[in-house]
């Protein structure tokens, strides 16, 4: 059983291009996060959302949006895709409650490599 | 602010040979820290986490890291490594109530036959 998953997995397109990735989690967490790797393969987050709600939003331009419609499911909506948006982006989840550092473990889905033309 | 260095960008050992990947944290409050492993086109697998339970923490695939309040530090090792651990290492840091992870730059471990 996938714990979190991702799709799509791989995403080409056009720069000025709208896209959406889709992130879900089955491990009943209330946390989810968005990370975002670069070619150098720097890890940085961009959002946190907690039982649906935004929590952090790590200076992001605004063509990026996520969403949560529920706190298993967490997705990431761009617009006008630029060429420096090509990265790997990865979904997270934790759980918030209970003792640390288990509530504060983040656990990642394999990533969705998007490419941008 | 909350930070970690990984010295080292890249690692190359002889299979067999003794793994040790390095991490130095900042923090100013007591950091929760992990060890996570990214095989090639894969997502991040969690190796290891510090508790403060124990400063010899061990995780997963023979890998273990040893946390050192004086010198900031939270090194992972593996006694003998196998060309199976050929991957990016990641070290992290979170504080209690940070709802995120703060990455170090990553080392790339290469095995060598």
């Known amino acids: 059983d996938t714990a979190v998953s991702q799709t799509p997995k791989y995403l080409v397109t056009q720069m000025g291009n709208d896209k959406s990735i889709k992130c879900e989690q089955n491990l009943g967490h209330d946390t989810m996060y968005w990370y975002k790797q670069d070619s150098k393969k720097f890890l940085k987050i961009m959002f946190s959302y907690n039982n649906k709600e935004l929590i952090i939003n790590e200076t992001v331009p605004n063509r990026f949006s996520p969403k949560s419609p529920d706190k298993a499911h967490l997705n990431l909506h761009i617009n006008s895709l630029e060429l420096g948006d090509s990265a790997v982006y990865f979904c997270?989840?934790?759980?918030?409650?209970?003792?640390?550092?288990?509530?504060?473990?983040?656990?990642f889905g394999p990533g969705t490599r998007l490419t941008v033309l | 602010a909350q930070s970690v260095t990984q010295l080292g960008s890249h690692v190359s050992v002889s299979e067999g040979a003794l793994v040790l990947l390095r991490c130095n944290y900042s923090?100013?409050?007591?950091?929760?820290l992990f060890w996570y492993v990214q095989y090639p086109n894969q997502g991040l697998q969690l190796l290891l986490k510090?508790?403060?339970?124990?400063?010899l923490v061990k995780g997963i695939n023979g890998f273990e890291a040893e946390f050192k309040k004086s010198e900031t530090s939270f090194h992972l090792t593996k006694p003998s490594a196998h060309m199976s651990d050929a991957a990016e290492y990641f070290c992290a840091v979170s504080i209690q109530g940070a709802q995120k992870l703060v990455f170090g730059q990553g080392t790339r471990l290469t095995i060598n036959p």
């Open positions: 510090y508790t403060s339970a124990a400063t």
């Open positions: 997270a989840s934790s759980q918030r409650r209970g003792t640390w550092p288990e509530r504060g473990t983040q656990y």
């Open positions: 923090s100013s409050v007591p950091p929760y």
